[in-house]
């Protein structure tokens, strides 16, 4: 069965830093484009980071370009978000998402709250 689980958020401090995880099982890790999405309080989930299957190309929304880094390990089947310079407009929570080459699958993780306040 597909599960993607992403790591515990956290509350952190404006200019801080967190790392979330997510792991993968029950499909074919490296085939699939991995993506962060995330939902602010009262707005619509929207897209924050992709990277393709052999790790090789990556692209970011505007908001968070030069602030978070994705990356993944085929080995551990698992892909991350390094989150650096976090304001308080990055509070959402945070959903893993992957969808393979040919888009006959979508899979979703079950998302994780992060907080940025002081």
């Known amino acids: 069965q597909v599960q993607l689980v992403e790591s515990e958020g956290g509350l952190v401090q404006p200019g801080g830093s967190l790392r979330l995880s997510c792991g993968a099982s029950g499909f074919m890790f490296s085939r699939y484009v991995m993506s962060w999405y995330r939902q602010p309080p009262g707005k619509e989930r929207e897209f924050v980071a992709g990277i393709s299957g052999a790790g090789g190309s990556t692209n970011y929304a505007d908001s968070v370009k030069g602030r978070f880094t994705i990356s993944r390990d085929n080995t551990k089947n698992t892909v991350y978000l390094q989150m650096n310079s976090l304001n308080p407009e990055d509070t959402a929570v945070y959903y893993c998402?992957?969808?393979?080459?040919?888009?006959?699958?979508?899979?979703w993780g079950q998302g994780t709250q992060v907080t940025v306040s002081s």
């Open positions: 998402n992957a969808v393979d080459d040919s888009y006959r699958h979508l899979y």
